[in-house]
């Protein structure tokens, strides 16, 4: 069944990085589109970005320029690059992939920005 697996979030101060992983498995990770989520305390959950299959990619205009997309089709993983982080970032953060007409989640990894 599809699976997907979530790493590398964590504490951060303003400004400072981190690189989030999502591990896939269940499906053929290569021929679909990923996408990372995220959704802070009492707010709807929106999305990130989104890289396609061919590898093109689309940011919210809030983390364009900061933020970066990748998948490493070898190893079944996307990953989300997170630069200039803001304390407005500080979310749970959620890898996403739609197959078979099924939207499929990770648990989420929390991201925390604060001094």
């Known amino acids: 069944q599809v699976q997907l697996v979530e790493s590398g979030g964590g504490l951060v101060q303003p400004g400072g990085s981190l690189r989030l992983s999502c591990a896939a498995s269940?499906?053929?990770?290569?021929?679909?589109?990923m996408s990372w989520y995220r959704q802070a305390p009492g707010k709807e959950r929106e999305l990130v970005a989104v890289?396609?299959?061919?590898?093109?990619?689309d940011y919210a205009d809030s983390v364009k320029g900061r933020f970066t997309i990748s998948r490493d089709n070898a190893k079944d993983t996307v990953y989300l690059q997170m630069n200039s982080l803001k304390p407005e970032d500080t979310a749970v953060y959620y890898c996403?992939?739609?197959?078979?007409?099924?939207?499929?989640w990770g648990q989420g990894a929390q991201v925390t920005v604060s001094s």
């Open positions: 269940g499906f053929t990770f290569g021929i679909y589109g």
């Open positions: 996403n992939v739609f197959v078979n007409r099924q939207n499929y």
């Open positions: 890289i396609r299959s061919g590898s093109s990619t």
